[in-house]
């Protein structure tokens, strides 16, 4: 079962020969997503062999198989983690119960608007990316940026399967729907903000898919709880590939870091312009590219008291991060959880109902989750003796979503009126100027082995390949 058959037109580990009327519904959505790729995917790449890996079973050991492809002509298909036949549902008002195989006609609304929404975001970072490979780094960041890029285009796969097999029409519908929304258009945008949102260099890449992909984790974790067993089954093994994708940020930032620590010992400077001068990205910009990438993320996770997140919760759509970790009753009812809100101009904190907080529950699960690895980052400056440190900001820093959209906040977690954040905020979040000047340093640089000036080469190549492998042939 685990074992995915690479004889058909869509490699497929559900069986998918099976039934005919999928199988034709999918074959005709799939040319529509060629094209998708061929228009809004990587720029320039189609005649670039990429060494990517491709999953051959959702094993652990089934990730091993790599080798240069044409992107267009990756495996892209459906793949689920093995079932359990006595599955229960272990969370909400279903608890106990047997877990769904198809979806219950009273929640079909609510699962297909979490597939939709948890899908829109896939293509999305895919066409906010489109135009990184012109200005890579190196060939082995380029090769990552394609590993991610299709491996996005799976996510929409995975998504899309389960409108196709599960939601009829008006799944179809969806589908299509999801090749026609575009990152940042004006009349058909993607669904949710931080996927409208340009990633115009590598610095904003890293910073995106450190913490937007790491998002990804945190909603696919929650679906990956769901009574809806596909669904489920689904964002587990989804869960196995964003990994990687967190891994190229947290080891792209170090890098970055790891340059700039050493243009600042070799000129024994912490002044900002002379670490320009010397062509690596002073700390001051990598901070204000955190607090942005960062503050857009946690947005993402909805407003802060939500009675769509209690209603999910409840019918047994959407667990919390780790649900069979957790020690308490796993209903929730009668059990309150704190939240910030606006008073007076001040922040305060307050008790509201868990069950309508269950946004905010997973924003500060992913919050704990992104300060661990900031940390790891502190120790890059540490090790080379840079005292300045990285932060995140505050929670109600920059927010646009929930309560806290009302209230203007430092970094540090201070309120502060219009003129302060008006006078700030160039350094809080990053300005036209360094947008201009990172801009200045992206060039492609595609000789295996060699790094461009702003970023230090990894410490390992993919899959044991030497750092100057050629990881790309540009045909
Ligand atoms: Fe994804
Ligand atoms: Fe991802």
């Known amino acids: 079962m685990s074992t995915i058959n690479y004889s058909e037109k869509i490699p497929n580990n559900v069986n998918l020969g099976e039934d005919r009327t999928l199988q034709r ?38 990730w091993a198989q790599f080798g240069h492809v044409k992107m267009r002509d990756y495996r892209w298909g459906i793949f689920l983690n093995p079932g359990d036949a006595n599955r229960e549902v272990h969370f909400g008002d279903h608890k106990g119960e047997k877990a769904w195989q198809d979806v219950p006609g009273e929640h079909r609304a609510n699962l297909r608007r979490i597939i939709v929404t948890q899908g829109d975001t896939e293509p999305a970072s895919v066409e906010q990316q489109r135009h990184l490979g012109l200005t890579a780094p190196s060939m082995y960041d380029m090769r990552n940026l394609f590993q991610i890029n299709v491996e996005e285009g799976r996510h929409l796969w995975a998504m899309v399967y389960l409108l196709h097999k599960h ?27 931080a996927f409208n949102e340009k990633t115009p260099d590598w610095l904003a890449f890293f910073m995106f898919t450190y913490f937007t992909d790491r998002d ?32 190229v940020g947290e080891s792209g930032v170090s890098r970055v870091l790891s340059r700039t620590a050493a243009v600042m010992n070799e000129l024994k400077t912490d002044d900002p312009q002379k670490v320009r001068a010397a062509g690596a990205i002073d700390l001051g910009t990598i901070q204000r590219y955190l607090n942005f990438h960062y503050s857009v993320t946690i947005d993402l996770f909805g407003a802060d008291q939500s009675s769509n997140a209690a209603t999910f919760y409840s019918s047994g759509l959407k667990g919390r991060y780790e649900e069979g970790k957790r020690t308490d009753d796993h209903i929730l009812k009668g059990q309150t959880y704190k939240v910030l809100e606006v008073k007076d101009g001040q922040l305060l904190e307050k008790d509201v109902p868990m069950l309508n907080a269950l946004n905010e529950v997973l924003r500060d699960d992913f919050i704990k989750d992104s300060v661990a690895g900031v940390g790891r980052w502190n120790k890059v400056l540490e090790k080379a003796g840079i005292p300045t440190r990285l932060v995140v900001p505050h929670k109600a820093f920059n927010r646009q979503i929930g309560a806290l959209a009302g209230i203007k906040m430092s970094p540090e977690g201070r309120v502060v ?56 042939r540009f045909g």
């Open 25 to 62: 519904a999918l074959e005709g959505w799939q040319p529509n997503f060629i094209h998708w790729w061929d228009d809004v995917g990587p720029d320039g790449s189609t005649n670039y062999d990429v060494y990517l890996r491709t999953a051959v079973s959702v094993d652990p050991q089934g």
């Open 216 to 247: 990804g984790k945190f909603q696919l974790s929650a679906l990956a709880e769901s009574a809806f067993d596909p669904l489920a089954r689904t964002t587990k093994f989804m869960l196995t590939e964003e990994a990687h994708h967190m891994f």
């Open 417 to 472: 009126n219009e003129q302060e954040w008006a006078a700030k905020k160039s350094e809080w979040l990053p300005t036209p100027e360094d947008f201009a000047f990172v801009a200045s340093l992206m060039g492609r640089v595609v000789e295996p082995g060699k790094f461009a000036g702003w970023i230090a080469p990894p410490v390992m190549g993919i899959n044991r390949q030497p750092v100057d492998f050629e990881y790309i």
């Open 167 to 193: 939601f009829g029409r008006d799944g179809r519908e969806e589908a299509e729907a999801l090749l026609q929304r575009q990152s940042g258009d004006q009349d058909n945008p993607r669904i949710l903000g």
